[in-house]
């Protein structure tokens, strides 16, 4: 690596949605010491295994340092010559709507921003969605249709402030350890606290729990509606639902026929476990519920959100301290993502596709000629490009080939594709084996912006290398891309800084208050020292979201939903329950957390868990190599033995790919089946077959 300077360096950590402070500092020698940032308020100082480990990441061995067109270096203009014609000729023969990007939660706010101004306010197409659909698009839709806006509404100091944790979904110790680790802390500190998991696995999170609910695959809404139910019953709801909640009786209504014997049949659960959780809820009042991928991953996961929110609008345990539903993202930017309108359903700032925002967002632009229905989400997108309807595709800091359910057809539809680009700063993810069209992003370190984690807060990443080779930022590709196809008056950009100065502006567009997202507030400020901050941020700052109520529907009201629950799953006969997720020290498809031998020495290869009870069952040995099988898919991988893991399930870890292990990409055995609202993939409810290999 080539040290710019040895100063120390305020970033952000470029992994997780915990969204940690970070001080780097390039030494002499070449290396980057890596410590956490005492003064960042996500983290103050602390770091986990992955964000201590990035100085071991920074190496240029499999590093893309130069354009390549069909494997052969390029210039810069002819590769950019070469995308803007092709999508301009694509666009021109077969409409707006034949091309599309294909995004990531790893993209910084401001490269987020202008691929989505390029494509919805110029090319004409909404057709631009990123890995974010596979992470909390459930948790979007649930918001917006409770509380009329995408609002995470509280922050992590109500995870220590809070007398009741109930982690939903999330093995939090793995995949957010530093909130994790300020939740024990805070546990620490007032023992009387209660920490509570509902998972069907024990996860490493259940160690330190006060109660672990190991709930059947996909029984949360029937746990959540007779929470609802039993709450109802307990005379818990309040004057906050009366006065700032529509839809009380309906969704309590609804809720009626579930109690506690029909709970224990759709859960699996003890009528003890059941009766404690419910208790426990009624009588405390500062509750937190966190949850993350255990919800959104799912056939119904949006339910699955408005059934958690639904017992906090009740009980009015949101817009106080130590209170309220917490989605935690997965990914760094996935919160920025959103903000600007980086799902093929949303616009900018927070905007839908309506009338009056299209016109709105295309005045404000000066746009060309503005998308004005939803594009395609993640899955259809790549259904429609295997049915020959995506001409053009571009793909930035991702990799679908392994991260996309039916992930096999995802890899026949890219290379039936005729013509595809990927930005990235590597060209060995299995999903840059397939590009006409290769472009040398500038990763993490190389390059400066913003992101937003899981509390609202937006962070510097800041540059502290000089980009390697030909790297440049993904908003200087973009940005270049427009330019030349013609759109060069709206894509002025030189520095990040104006871009999100445009952002900035048009979060507080007409907006007077009424949406969530407007950050206007820092116009002004300088973008190069810029504090960690938590939107909104409008010249009156607002203390806490929902403290009385103010939701951001028409009539400022939240909304209860009558939930269903869906009939219990019950595998067809032979086959078992794939769960698949993530591990402590790897990152995705590890294009950064494969480069540290530390990291790597948690789990060396890919492995399936499995009770032993089932192993038996299926005459499998520990430690022996299992196949995995779903239609043409397999995956062959590792027996770990454990009861940890719930009878008629598997858990298969997502990071393996093609480069690391050639039969890991487990996502090839997920059913491409999604939320019909949301959108979100079903990725950790699949049916497989598992035997001996
Ligand atoms: Fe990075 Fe998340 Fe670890 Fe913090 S908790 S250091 S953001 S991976």
Known sequence: TQAAAAITVRTTCPYCGVGCGI???????????????????????????????????LSLTDRLLRPRIEGREAHWDEALDLVAGRFREAIQAFGPDSVAIYGSGQLLTEDYYVANKLMKGFVGSANIDTNSRLCMASSVAGHKRAFGSDTVPGNYEDLEAADLVVLVGSNLAWCHPVLHQRLLAAKARRPQMRIMLIDPRRTVSAELTDLHLPIQPDGDIALFVGL?????????????????????DGAVAAAAAWDIARVTEATGLAPTDLETFYRWFAETERVVTVYSQGVNQSATGTDKVNAIINCHLLTGRIGRPGMGPFSVTGQPNAMGGREVGGLANMLAAHMDFSPETIERVGRFWKAERMAETPGLGAVDLFAAMAAGRIKAVWIMGTNPVVSMPDADAVRDALKACPFVVVSDMTERTDSAQLAHVLLPAAPWGEKDGTVTNSERRISRQRAFLAPAGQAKPDWWIITQVARRMGFGAAFPYETPAEIFAEHARLSGFENEGRRDFDISGLLGENYDLLEPVQWPVREKSVERLFADGGFYTPDGKARMLPIEPPPVLNPAPGRMVLNTGRVRDHWHTMTRTGKTARLSAHYAEPFVEIHPEDARRLNIRKASLVRLARGDSETVVRALLSERQRKGSVFAPMHWTGQFASKGRIDALVAAKVDPVSAQPALKMSEVTVEPW
């Open 23 to 57: 001080l780097a500092t390039p030494q002499a020698d070449g290396s980057v010491a890596i410590a956490g940032d005492p003064g960042h308020p996500a983290n103050f100082g602390r770091l986990c295994s992955k964000g201590t480990a990035l100085g071991e990441t």
């Open 228 to 248: 609802l139910r039993h709450l109802a019953a307990a005379g818990a709801a309040t004057d906050f639902a009366s006065k700032y909640v529509v839809g009380t």
